[in-house]
């Protein structure tokens, strides 16, 4: 009975692990030097046993966490023997790192006991710059990944305890900001350091075999936990059809095709259908596109289940070779991202159907990643923040507005922030009216932002979706407001495109307005109640004209505007008439 499981001291172990990778993202957050890092929250932190499976993950971004096997497997094979005490490895390059995109930048420690490696410590982070044809080398008109920044493959940034100076001189003198990158570096070191120390006390505490024999049962029990799930949606196969808008001035849509097969207790995501990739930087690797459907389904299912890597050994992702979210070398990945953020869309929508109580209608496509740049003193500035977001209806409740997407759990930066740390100045941040998509439960809200110009000259530039496929609701729920992005909007009103394939550039005083698409609605918006209607009037986050013409609702102004109750029935059942008419006049399918 020496090798029995203790289901209590399982638990225990379990959390331990936990609070190890969560010590890790307090680390890094208040070590790391730029804003994208300490104030954005775009970085994740992992706990990995003596084979590279996750043991436990920090909470920031789903989308980054669920690759870290696949990098985890090819240092492991590269290095095979060549592992030492105080070695720090560095890796970012999507072909030769099973990297996400360059400026996704992994460190990872070994944590040994006596001569034998028995777990990682490891970290990825968003990084300021690493080079290539744009500021924030997110080069969305890259047409290789060359142009795109400092390729690296996994090496030793630290050697046994030695640093790799050359290397270091390497990244110095091939980024925009080298201060930031290199301090954001250390700070993922420094985080790394803390797993090793709170690993090795936990070792100390239970005994290294028993840690890992209970590590290695965490992964047997989530899948099984995971499987037991899974056999509680229909069995069945699932499509859904979703598209990014297109790069570019002339933009020309591209397609995301998802099929889900739900079979005895497991999962296959299958994106045959999808389009090919493209001379441009949103091609995602396929570590990231499996790391997307990871995130999808851990939002469907209801048990509390471990961060570990068995949660992924009951979901299996397929995708041809050669198409977007498997792309072939030299297909740039700089901005993967907004197509990570549309995977993710796109298999809930497909899911919609089985678990229709689980699922939101469609949201603002993730975090819209402006970019602006500037050179002050021959010294660059360089502002870029992932700025959220929006949910949809669902079943339960409205839409939330100005919160992460589910596939990045990041903070829209503060406005003072921003202001004290670049030749930046927010005019304008908040929310929008009439915009959530109608339903029964009704999308949340588009968040406005406007940025002021300060330094003498600046580029911009932009990664946004949504403006022509704006977030669709579910089970009669209607379409979210599309996404806007303008240039001196009291001026001249500028349009641009919702992904730059070419920079903006911009002199003291210009304005960019990002308007971000409103989340789509949840049931037939006639099914509202008015009372919510009459309330998100009062809240100024409906007028009294979207009242009457989106919900049937009529509303009385005044000093406190109050809703007509007889007036409302009638117009209710106008609009019922009228929809029902328009059924029965259309074209057969």
Partial sequence: MRNAIDPFQLEVIRHSFDAVAEDMSLTLMRTAHSGIVRDSLDFSTSICDAKGQPLAQGICTPMQLGSFYDAMVRLIRDYEGRINPGDVFIGNDPYEAAGQHLPDITITTPIFDGGRVVAWSTTIAHHSDVGGIVAGSNAIGAEEIYQEGLRLPIVKFVDAGKRNEALWDVIAINVRTPDKVLGDLQAQMAACTSGEREMKALFKRYGTDTVLRYGEHLHDYTERLTRAELREIPEGVYRFTDHIDGLGANPVPIILQAEVTIRDGGAIVDWTGTSPQVKGGINPSFPFTKACAYTAFRSILKADLPTCHGFTRAIEVRAPLGCLVNPTFPAPCGARGITGYRMIDCLIGALAPAVPDRVTADTSGGSTLPTISSFRDGKASIFCETFM?????????????????????????????IESDYPIRIDRYGL??????????????????????????ATLNIRSDKRDFPPHGLFGGGTG???????????????????????????????YRHIMAGGGGYGDPLERDPRDVLEDVLEEKVTIEHA????????????????????????RARLRAEHARSLSNADPV
């Fill in 548 to 571: 009457a013409r989106a919900y049937g609702v009529v509303i009385v102004p005044g000093r406190r505007p109050n809703l007509d109750v007889a007036a409302t029935a009638r117009l």
């Fill in 389 to 417: 977001g929006t949910w949809g209806g669902t079943s339960a409740h409205d839409g939330q507005s100005a919160v992460p997407h589910m596939g990045a759990n990041q903070s829209n930066v503060p406005v003072e922030m």
């Fill in 432 to 457: 929008v009216p009439d915009t959530g998509g109608p339903g029964r439960y009704r999308g949340g809200l588009s968040l406005v932002r406007d940025y002021r110009v300060l330094s003498d000259e």
């Fill in 481 to 511: 407001a599309p996404s806007l992005n303008l240039i001196n909007p009291d001026q001249e009103n500028k349009l641009l495109p919702v992904l730059m394939t070419e920079i903006e550039r911009l002199k003291q005083g210009d304005v």
